[in-house]
């Protein structure tokens, strides 16, 4: 396996867009930021890979329009995912893998503001049973939390802490779209939102977009001294169906836990877009109490759709490049409830690259 680091990061994320940019006018400041980071310019990129979607956008092949944030002439290796900008890495980890290419910027964005994100994500759903009958993503979470708690396995203030954590740490966050934390007893006193989960259990509505610079080797040091490398990535998914798998569970996650080296990791930045899944993500990975969780407030903080779960990534990537730590976890989540998940660990030093289950 060919040594592959995080050298770049770039994000702005908001709770709405201000004069309604398009996808390239926000990409572009982002792209000029991950070049000043590293000195390239975009001929120094051998491949570049995008994450959104058509549904979120409300218009068929709209990364297409994207691309000219790129500049096309000449023509670029590009390629495109209907995913999550953690995703987008991974392709493009893959690509640097084959030897064809030595360095990768990829990116996402998403408007979620521009129509009702809980219904608009009904479309995710089991296209037969459950689409049909439009459950947002708001309520089948809520349905989620409930089974944990009668189950047992958590309850109401363990979700108000890592709430009163999240908002506390987004303090120290300038791209945190909801900040300030308060104390446990006064969330617990706010009104309910979709029972038992209350307003700040749940990601805010935000938009945004997010750029990751990769590079293999002797690229990668002559950008960073200190640069992020990817030691571990892994993925897996769950069925489809929410009736034919334990919503307190996320066998996904574990198995794309299991599948890496978990031990010695100091950061962990989980995409947890609903406080209990938190909870769910730390059991599963089986994280010692000792790891700071989402240290930038993680989901709870600032959730722009097809670029929180990368974020997660470049959030960790900085821990390594500051040096305040040594060994760190990114995660990013996809489709309801926790269905498909994504883990991967960045260290100071490099090692074997473990896990490439899917």
Known sequence: MRDVAV???????????DGSPTCVELLVPLFKECYE??????KDVGFWCSGSSDYLAGRSFSFVQAVDAIGVIPPVNESHVEMDLAWAMYEAWIKIQTGEVDTALVYAFGKSSAG????TLALQLEPYTMTPLWPDTVSLAGLQARTGIDAGLWDERAMAEVANRSLT???KNEYAVRKGGSSVDELLGRPMYADPLRKHDCAPVTDGAAALVLAAGDRAREVRDRPAWLTGISHYVDPMGMGVRDLTRSPSARRAGAALDLDGVEVAELHAPFSHQELILRSELGLADDVAINPSGGALAS????????????EAAQRIWSGEAGKVLAHATSGPALQQNLVCTLAASTSATEGAGN
């Open 169 to 171: 740490d987004a303090e």
């Open 37 to 42: 980071q590293t000195g390239w310019t975009r």
């Open 116 to 119: 009702v994100l809980r219904r």
């Open 7 to 17: 050298v770049g990061f770039a994000q702005r994320q908001m709770p709405e867009f």
């Open 303 to 314: 959730n722009p759709m097809f670029s929180a779960g990368g974020i997660r990534v470049g």
